[in-house]
């Protein structure tokens, strides 16, 4: 049997709003729903940001703390992955919700421009994060927005700065970052194999490049992310009416490729994670 794909639902982010699309999820009891949903289409990563009422971005650990505790009782088994991005705050603000243990949390381990602003990951910043997920037993996401950010995260692992197994995501299509582009994503995945056989990847594209990147990725036999954070359509006329739509599509392009789609239980033990509830 062909190896099972691990579908990531990005739920919310930093950015979309309601006036982007009346599906994004902004209160803690929307973000739960729509994370029950994208699990029953097959989503067995849940990655979560949290919102202030009005709906801008937060890292307030009550409020990351009402969400694990609502995705532990209505999405039971799912994998919990924190964003410790920097939109939400600064500094170590960023991994204020750390020692609630999550099973992963995103970690950028480089700085980047993004479309209007320098993405600032320090590595000052980048050491004490990673430190604390070692302290938590968190098993970072490498957000990977650079080829450079790949080849850091494998020297991190290496030198036993990373916690668990090595999972690094592709981030492709964010504007002044790396574009959408097949040839980078197929070097891309070859570095991961021969500089990191034992790790696994997943890729993510942002905006039209989702569904784009999401076939490259499970064709190629890696893992795979969409939501609404990264985008609100499911083509340039339709918003996507639910997280749970975007996943169905990638679930499609799984059974197009004869990849199951994994479940939770599966994709804990593919990455290496400590059994639900423990």
Not at 25 to 38: F, G, L, R, T, W
Not at 57 to 63: A, C, L, R
Request: with cysteine.
């Amino acid at each position: 049997m062909s190896k099972p794909c691990i579908l990531c639902c990005a739920i919310t982010g930093s950015l979309p709003t309601k006036e982007n699309n009346p599906a994004v999820p902004i209160s803690i009891s929307e973000q739960v729903e729509s994370s029950h949903e994208a699990v029953e289409a097959g989503a067995s990563i849940i990655h979560a940001h949290v919102r202030n009422e009005d709906a801008t971005p937060s890292s307030d650990p009550e409020k990351f703390a009402r969400l694990k505790e609502g995705l532990e009782k209505h999405c039971p088994g799912v994998i919990i992955q924190f964003s410790t991005g920097g939109r939400s705050g600064a500094g170590q603000a960023r991994g204020g919700m750390l020692p609630l243990r999550p099973d992963m949390a995103s970690l950028s381990v480089g700085s980047n421009n993004f479309p209007t602003r320098v993405y600032e990951n320090p590595p000052d910043l980048v050491d004490w994060l990673a430190s604390e997920m070692v302290k938590y037993e968190i098993t970072p996401e490498v957000e990977a927005f650079d080829l450079s950010h790949i080849l850091q995260a494998i020297r991190m692992h290496e030198e036993g700065r990373l916690y668990g197994k090595l999972y690094v995501q592709f981030v492709m299509g964010v504007k002044n970052a790396m574009p959408a582009d097949k040839q980078v994503f197929d070097f891309y995945a070859r570095i991961m194999a021969e500089r990191a056989p034992g790790a696994e990847w997943c890729a993510a594209g942002i905006g039209p490049n989702q569904v784009v990147v999401n076939e490259w990725a499970i064709a190629a036999g890696g893992h795979t992310r969409a939501g609404l954070e990264d985008n609100v359509r499911l083509d340039r006329d339709t918003l996507a009416p639910s997280n749970a739509a975007l996943i169905r599509r990638a679930a499609d392009l799984c059974e197009k490729y004869g990849r199951p789609v994994a479940t939770p239980a599966q994709a804990r033990e593919i990455l290496g994670l400590r059994p639900a509830g423990a």
